[in-house]
């Protein structure tokens, strides 16, 4: 079982009702934004802190490695595609 933070389940939650301030559209085609966090998790992210649909992308914040980080992951895949310090 995948634990949320608060802020993730909020992100989860606007999501929902589409009232992401700013926010890309999600496409019809991709993965929900709960596996998108579950990648990231896999991937070595902890505390998502946000996670949004952006330029054709998941775009979120998060910690790895004990450092903030931003990443992209791919839209339909979930796979991190970039990630940059914050």
């Given amino acids: 079982m995948t634990k949320l933070t608060i802020p993730a389940l909020a992100a989860l939650i606007l999501a929902g009702t589409g009232t992401a301030a700013l926010a890309d559209k999600v496409g019809a085609d991709w993965m929900p934004i ?10 070595g992210y902890t505390m998502i802190s946000e996670i949004e649909a952006d330029d054709g992308h998941w775009e979120g914040e998060g910690m790895k490695d004990g450092k903030a980080m ?16 914050k």
């Fill in 34 to 43: 709960g596996q998108v966090i579950q990648k990231a998790e896999a991937a």
């Fill in 70 to 85: 931003k990443f992209r992951a791919d839209p339909r895949t979930g796979a991190i595609l970039s990630e940059k310090a």
